[in-house]
């Protein structure tokens, strides 16, 4: 399977259906908010398909271990303009989690360079940085302080996280008293109020009731116009075409396709009517 090399479409609007060309870059162009050049991340895991007592008690007595190379991201390459919201799609396993980590600086790219231009707040899966045996507003703090916010503006913020998260008196209670939704919600509060340059979102939106996502969708939609850039991971087509107007599709850790919204979760979405065995990457 060979990949399309990457595009970069100027950003239309949000739930916009446009498939216009891209626009050629100047020298008067800002530099990329965040840039991705041949980047790879390769990590080695213990793996055995069907392991038997035996098989196991014989590898222990030899001091064996069976070690699998997985190549999560290969060889990827994209620019993102500031301004853009990026939806990231494909199936699991493709790789969205693990890029979405080395932009954070969280995993570091085994080859190639991530450049990323502004304060990043990265939502990558729930209660993540938290620690359950401090108070959510002593995780708040902890949070705000380890973004770079003085603690005054900890102390305003804090307020703001409060009344978003509405967990009420759990604010002041050990955060492993904490239900999966008061994590969620307090996780994704912390993130978007941290005013961040780039915001990073991985499947933020998957979890929690309807009112609780209407409301998320409202407030990442207020940090677009004033955030550098949003990265959006989800299997919800309809958050990516509302919220994002760029999107990279990745399969099995390369970049297929980047570029519009309608373009994109077209393509995407023949792809999983049809198979892989059927689909020919080569004619997008």
Known sequence: MSSLSASNPSPSTPGSDSDSPATPATESSPPPVVSVQNVSINYRTTFEAAPTFKSTIVRLGRGERQ???????????????????????????A?????MRAMAGV????????????????????????????????????????????????????AEVADFAEIGDFMDMPMRTYSSGMYQRLAFSVSVHMNPDILLVDEALSAGDARFKVKATEKMNELMENARAMFLVSHSLGSIRELCNEVLWIHKGKLIMQGSPRRAIRAYTNFLKVGENAYTFEDL
Do not use: W, Y
């Not at 070690?67 to 396993?93: E, H, L, R, W």
């Not at 703090?141 to 916010?149: D, K």
């Open 67 to 93: 070690v699998k190379v997985v190549n999560a991201i290969q060889d990827m390459s994209f620019d993102i303009k500031p301004g853009t919201s990026v939806g990231i799609i494909g199936a699991n396993g």
């Open 95 to 99: 790789g969205k989690s693990t890029l």
């Open 107 to 158: 995993l570091p790219p085994s080859q190639g360079r991530i450049e990323v231009r502004g304060r990043i707040s990265a939502l990558l899966a729930l209660g993540v940085g938290f620690n359950p045996n401090l108070t959510g507003r002593e995780n708040v703090t902890l949070g705000g302080l380890a973004a770079g916010l003085t603690r005054a503006e900890v102390k305003e913020r804090a």
